[in-house]
């Protein structure tokens, strides 16, 4: 496990399985908090390195990000990523998004978003130092 590292997880909803599948994953590289914005109580995942917070319903995404951040940095979070409930990362790729934010890790990365019907990145995007987002293409799609 990536010491201080915290993966945050934003469901609605969420399908159990793929939730718990997704968690069991994380939690082998970062301590891994699930923030559920369903109305309904967040079922509780019995796994190791794992968390849930319930929004107690839909406050949004971002509301419930800073819930999630917040929660990680009291508990000593030096690096977050962030995922949905439906995320399919591959097995290294906490431990190399961590890498390339440097010695010692600053900044903020995010893995690349494919569509998983079409093949088709979501295009990222690179801020300057005034905040003007200008799309990248990673896989060379665009």
Known sequence: ????????????????????????????????????????????????????????????????????????????????????QDSTPGEPLLPTLIAALGLPPRGVVAPICVDARTGDEYPPFRFNRWGWATPISVMGKH
């Open 1 to 84: 496990m990536t010491e201080d590292a915290f993966a945050i997880v934003i469901a609605f909803h969420p399908d159990m399985a793929t939730l718990a599948e997704l968690c069991e994953l994380l939690s082998r590289d970062a301590e891994v908090i699930v923030v559920d914005n369903t109305p309904d109580v967040c079922a509780p995942l019995a796994l190791r390195n794992v968390s849930c917070i319930s929004m107690s319903g839909n406050a949004g995404i971002a509301a419930a990000q800073n819930v999630g951040i917040r929660s990680a940095l009291q508990r000593g979070a030096k690096t977050i990523a962030f995922f949905d």
